[in-house]
């Protein structure tokens, strides 16, 4: 049994430990979402209100040109207050938001299984799992922030069995998460498995219940795992890519070398006799969760949730075994391992996601529109997707067409109609991830203006901001192509260049 002492100063060593595994040797943004939520956030520092929320649905990124958006609330909230630049703002926010996740996995530890190792295991392997980190080291996507907070909600839901007064904070923390992300709907089988518990327990205490054989109940678990694993490989639904696609790697990846762990805890929940409560809401709800498997994009990032839990039950089980001695070694080699993993992809967050695009900013690019917020006015436009975004987010005032409907939107170079859009209806899984269904008029009007397809006087662009990396082509997902404004802007005035990056201006 571990003292209040010992836990006291276990918690402090991985506090430290959370925070040196956030602080980067590259002092810059990290991403690629993230870089159009900061400039989504960037107006509402500007502007002072969501120009994005064109309707009440905006606010859950149901809407056409909107996202959801507690976020970009919550990090412009704390800019103002603090009166702290937005890049100072994102580091800040990152490391309280890893430091969350220890004591969110704290606390939905101990509504599964009361025991302090237990709960600290939970902490410090959820922490520290790849996904956590990867989304709360210098980083903004949505999906952070509902990934810290799933086992908040979790632990509401569970505590609202006992006492009626946490329902107000579950319904309110509900709505807040929903408006987070759309990683939301991977929560709805909790909800789905903890109101089947209240169902239970009700029945049980006064009509009675049909007991089930415990010998029988390892296979029906068994069987509810295959059937989910079954229904999008025989139906086609819930799969990304495709049913025969590899599921292992990119869960490795995410999970890290706890899987391993998490693999004996699963089976031994299944063995197990007398379930709790909290076991069965463990074991249940990943059966459901098993249907989304295939949707390895959001998965990956979210089953840490569930996955780290049975990872402790996993150690916790080594750490019974007769052999004390080599148990407390294979744990702590298992800890060590892990963590090492981490460290590991934490250290390579400047692989390139393309030839052109590392996953960070570069500081010539940060420097770049750092000038262009001093020195420009008026509206320019960028010869790279990526790379014109985190130009935008650095510039902050000076304003660049993207190839995004929200932020073109938000910045008055294209309007939305409406009329244009046709509404998914609302029994369809496609309303819930977008709402509406109609063309990507952001990326649209991007090519058409650099093919010459639209005046420039229409949208303001007095500048191309130009990465010398394409070669006078266009470096975006649809393979190279020349662009005539780059050819047009040869011939205009050259007011910045850096070698790989190029400023004209075109009056």
């Known amino acids: 049994m571990l003292s209040k002492k010992t836990i006291f100063w276990l918690f402090i060593c991985l506090i430290i430990l959370n925070i040196i595994l956030r602080v980067q040797v590259l002092h810059n943004e990290i991403g690629s979402d993230s870089f159009l939520m900061h400039i989504m956030t960037n107006s509402l520092l500007e502007f002072g209100y969501a120009k994005w929320i064109l309707h009440p649905l905006s606010f859950f990124g149901l809407y056409p040109a909107s996202y959801p958006s507690t ?24 490391v309280f938001l890893g430091l969350s996740s220890m004591f969110t996995a704290y606390l939905m530890a101990g509504e599964i299984i009361d025991d302090p190792l237990f709960k600290l295991l939970a902490a410090f392997g959820f922490s520290t799992a790849p996904a956590v980190l990867g989304y709360t080291t210098w980083t903004i996507p949505t999906r952070g922030l509902l990934i810290v907070l799933a086992p908040l909600l979790i632990y509401l839901l569970l505590k609202c069995r006992t006492s009626i007064k946490y329902t107000p904070l579950a319904f ?10 759309h990683l939301f709907y991977f929560l709805i089988p909790a909800f789905f498995v903890f109101f089947i518990l209240i169902i239970y327990s009700t029945s049980e205490k006064y009509i009675g219940y049909i007991k089930i054989p415990e010998k029988l109940t390892p296979f029906i678990i068994v069987a509810g795992f295959l ?35 998490a693999i004996g805890g699963l089976c031994y929940l299944i063995l197990k006799n007398n379930k709790s409560i909290g076991e069965w809401f463990l074991v249940l709800t990943l059966i459901f969760l098993t249907t989304f498997i295939y949707q390895q994009t959001y998965m990956k990032s979210f089953i840490p949730v569930f996955l780290i839990p049975l990872a402790c039950i996993g150690l916790l089980n080594i750490i019974k075994l007769k052999n004390r001695k080599f148990a407390l070694s294979l744990v702590v080699i298992f800890l060590v391992v892990s963590l090492s993993f981490s460290g590991f992809y934490q250290s390579v967050h400047a692989y390139k996601e393309s030839n052109f695009n590392k996953r960070y900013i570069e500081e010539s690019t940060y420097k770049t529109g750092l000038w262009m ?11 790279d997707i990526y790379f014109g975004n985190r130009i935008f987010a650095t510039s902050e005032t000076t304003h660049l067409l993207t190839h995004t409907t929200i932020a073109n939107q938000i910045y008055g170079f294209i309007s939305i109609n409406i009329s244009e859009y046709k509404r998914y209806p609302l029994t369809g899984e496609d309303f819930w991830f977008s709402g509406y269904e109609g063309h990507d008029i952001g990326e649209i009007t991007w090519e058409y203006v650099h093919r010459m397809w639209k005046p420039l006087e229409e949208f303001n662009i007095t500048y191309v901001v130009e990465n010398r990396k ?7 997902g649809h393979g190279f192509k020349p662009s005539p404004l780059l050819n047009y802007a040869y011939e205009k005035d050259l007011v910045y260049n850096t070698g790989d990056i190029y400023i004209w201006k075109l009056d």
């Open 373 to 383: 917020k001093d020195n420009l006015n008026g509206s320019a436009i960028s010869n």
């Open 470 to 476: 394409g070669k006078g082509n266009l470096i975006w």
């Open 227 to 261: 059937l989910m694993f079954s229904i999008p490989f025989f139906t086609g639904r819930f799969i990304e890519n495709s049913r025969y696609a590899s599921l292992d790697i990119s869960y490795v990846r995410y999970v890290g070398i706890l899987i391993i762990p």
């Open 172 to 181: 309110l923390l509900t709505f807040f998460l929903f408006a987070t992300h």
């Open 71 to 94: 976020m970009q609330f919550l990090l412009s909230g704390i800019s103002q207050s603090t009166d702290v630049e937005l890049k100072t703002t994102i580091f800040i926010y990152c």
